[in-house]
């Protein structure tokens, strides 16, 4: 066996770390829930975490449902930087960590470090061995890892507390750096929607609320129809190959950019013959009626040759149109409200492409289009390299983690 020692570590540190039971490094304490049929257990004082409250943060800043004090004296309480650990359901393995005092529901499991263990340190663990601990459940309609067996987790540790605190202070200022940045993705975003509903006029409205000084008049009424030389869509092929013509699909889309890994593919004969309706060309606008409505990008040159399938609307433009002005009014408001006013409510809700035809707005002259599509791409511009910047952090801490731990598997 080799020695559990990690292969990157701090100089003033030796000797080979130590196989710790979650039960011996900690309190575990399996939440509950308070009755739901007594109102005042519940108010805005405490936080009350499930599953759905645990995402990609670290931290848990809110809840969807809190307590009252009345209520949090009827949970089992944790402590502000506890380790939250799903145990049940299809999350199972998420793990996060308490920034105030709180409590959760009987899905999770949390622990409370003794004091000579580091509640950074075992946070960090604990998410490097998510995917183990999931697959200590098995495959069972409803995973679920009991108290018993996630006491008996083994995970490897330092021995000395100096030791756990350098690694988890190095690793905590990365997720800070990442917290920082994805609150700034979130806050761009949030400003980017409220700008577009003052430069996009309103249901009533023939001009927009905030304008440019150099333009005025009103906005001339127009349906997409109008403006394109084609609104049609794709087939599914017979069969997909390992590779060739690029096949594009809804979760091909992120953001307006089309995700290339997430693409299928099909071959030419069926680019050609079976599927020549939808070949795609450079700077079509492709629209999903179908499953995720409304999720909207264009085909640059560089994912040529593709196609795509029904569930997108593939939108050509008149050449004279400005194809970033056209792709943000997809993104607005009103396109939203005309999707639930046009609903076809069935197994899965779509849209029909006489209804994206039909699809009326308001359009300003060629000047103004400009202006605005420039405005809301440099904010998209700031948005996309914002979060690649998230995601570089996060490969670098992806990294530094393989490095900094001992690998070994999680045992039973």
């Known amino acids: 066996m080799s020695r559990l020692v990690p292969k990157l570590r701090f100089k003033e540190f030796s000797g080979e770390w130590e196989e710790k039971r979650l039960g011996d490094i900690g309190d575990i304490i399996t939440g509950n829930t308070p009755k739901t049929?007594?109102?005042?257990?519940?108010?805005?004082?405490?936080?009350?975490v499930s599953p759905a409250d645990i995402s990609e943060s670290r931290y848990i800043y809110n809840t969807n449902k809190k307590l009252s004090n009345k209520g949090f004296l009827k949970t089992r309480q944790i402590?502000?930087?506890?380790?939250?650990?799903?145990?049940?359901?299809?999350?199972?393995?998420?793990?996060?960590?308490?920034?105030?005092?709180?409590?959760?529901?009987?899905?999770?499991?949390?622990?409370i470090p003794f004091d000579e263990y580091n509640c950074d340190f075992i946070y960090s663990t604990l998410e490097k061995d998510a995917k183990k601990i999931k697959a200590i459940a098995g495959n069972h309609a409803v995973p679920i890892i009991n108290k018993t067996e996630f006491s008996s987790i083994k995970i490897?540790?330092?021995?000395?507390?100096?030791?756990?605190?350098?690694?988890?202070?190095?690793?905590?200022?990365?997720?800070?750096?990442?917290?920082?940045?994805?609150?700034?993705?979130?806050?761009?975003?949030k400003h980017k929607k409220g700008l577009m509903q003052q430069l996009f006029p309103t249901d009533n409205e023939k001009m927009p609320k905030l304008r440019f000084k150099e333009f005025s008049?009103?906005?001339?009424?127009?349906?997409?129809g109008d403006l394109t030389s084609l609104i049609t869509k794709?087939?599914?092929?017979k069969y997909f190959v390992d590779n060739?013509?690029?096949?594009?699909?809804?979760?091909?889309?992120?953001?307006?950019?089309?995700?290339?890994?997430?693409?299928?593919?099909?071959?030419?004969?069926?680019?050609?013959?079976?599927?020549?309706?939808?070949?795609?060309?450079?700077?079509?606008?492709?629209?999903?009626?179908a499953g995720s409505l409304g999720k909207v990008t264009f085909v640059k040159k560089s994912n040529l040759p593709a196609n795509t399938n029904q569930a997108?609307?593939?939108?050509?433009?008149?050449?004279?149109?400005?194809?970033?002005?056209?792709?943000?009014?997809?993104?607005?408001?009103?396109?939203?409200?005309?999707?639930?006013?046009?609903?076809?409510?069935?197994?899965?809700?779509?849209?029909?492409?006489?209804?994206?035809?039909?699809?009326?707005?308001?359009?300003?002259?060629?000047?103004?289009?400009?202006?605005?599509?420039?405005?809301?791409?440099?904010?998209?511009?700031?948005?996309?390299?914002?979060?690649?910047?998230?995601?570089?952090?996060?490969?670098?801490?992806?990294?530094?983690?393989?490095?900094?731990?001992?690998?070994?598997?999680?045992?039973?």
């Open 156 to 189: 490897l540790v330092p021995a000395t507390p100096q030791e756990q605190q350098k690694i988890a202070d190095t690793l905590s200022s990365l997720d800070n750096l990442i917290e920082a940045n994805s609150k700034k993705v979130e806050a761009l975003k």
């Open 79 to 111: 402590k502000s930087k506890s380790i939250l650990v799903v145990c049940i359901g299809s999350t199972i393995g998420k793990v996060a960590q308490s920034k105030f005092k709180s409590a959760t529901n009987q899905q999770i499991n949390s622990i």
């Open 217 to 224: 008049g009103e906005w001339e009424e127009k349906e997409l």
């Open 244 to 289: 060739g013509i690029r096949y594009i699909k809804i979760e091909s889309i992120n953001g307006i950019n089309i995700n290339e890994d997430k693409c299928l593919f099909i071959d030419r004969n069926t680019h050609q013959n079976e599927l020549k309706r939808s070949i795609l060309q450079e700077n079509d606008i492709l629209f999903a009626i």
């Open 37 to 48: 049929n007594e109102p005042d257990n519940y108010g805005n004082e405490i936080l009350f």
């Open 312 to 412: 997108l609307s593939i939108i050509r433009l008149k050449e004279k149109n400005n194809l970033f002005f056209i792709l943000y009014i997809l993104q607005s408001e009103r396109i939203k409200k005309y999707i639930e006013k046009s609903l076809s409510i069935g197994a899965q809700p779509n849209l029909n492409l006489k209804q994206m035809s039909e699809f009326n707005f308001y359009l300003p002259h060629p000047q103004e289009q400009q202006k605005i599509a420039d405005t809301l791409s440099s904010l998209d511009n700031l948005i996309e390299a914002t979060q690649k910047k998230v995601e570089a952090l996060k490969e670098h801490k992806k990294g530094l983690m393989q490095q900094m731990f001992v690998s070994e598997e999680v045992c039973d």
């Open 234 to 237: 794709g087939t599914t092929p």
